[in-house]
């Protein structure tokens, strides 16, 4: 896939508290089809997403919220 095509959105994540919590914040995101890679920052409670399409906000919190986390955009 080319960078140049990549999109990206950043969300604000709460509920976490460990490096358990954002590896589970990870793996939820990065399940889902078209997530290439999942940032996230347990010290600044978000996440930035990269994506190979344009995924819906609704998709990715309800990624997130299966989880146990919240999430909200940025």
Known sequence: MNKQSD????LKITGMSCG???A??????ESLEDVLEADVSLQEE??????ATDIPNDVLTR???VAGYRAEPQ
């Open 24 to 29: 589970q914040v990870q793996t939820a995101l």
């Open 46 to 51: 978000t996440v930035t997403i990269r994506m």
């Open 7 to 10: 999109s990206f959105r950043s």
């Open 20 to 22: 358990h919590c954002t």
């Open 63 to 65: 990624a997130i919220t």
